[in-house]
């Protein structure tokens, strides 16, 4: 089985066109991810945050994305 730091090794050694591809894989994966309707307008958000990914270098989204996944917190007990 492969673990996370093999498939990290394997991206290291993609070509430009391979990185580009898995990008785009990935980026219509997470596009078939169903959201769970709540109290949230999901339209309005995925319309909000696909602005703000407009706007930013793959540089700067990147290190966002880093920054969001630096810290785990633990979820409440939902008996709180």
Request: aromatic share 8%; glycine share 0%; charged share 50%.
């Given at each position: 089985?492969?673990?996370?730091?093999?498939v990290k090794k394997a991206v290291d050694r993609f070509s430009?066109?391979?990185l580009r591809?898995?990008?785009e894989y990935?980026?219509?994966?997470e596009q078939t991810l169903?959201?769970?309707p709540g109290t949230v307008d999901m339209d309005s958000l995925l319309t909000a945050l696909e602005d703000i990914r407009a706007g930013l270098s793959d540089e700067e989204f990147a290190?966002?994305?880093r920054a969001m996944n630096?810290?785990?917190?633990e979820p409440l007990d939902d008996e709180a």
């Open positions: 089985m492969m673990v996370f730091d093999d430009p066109e391979e591809r898995l990008r990935i980026e219509n994966r169903k959201l769970q290190e966002i994305e630096e810290e785990y917190i």
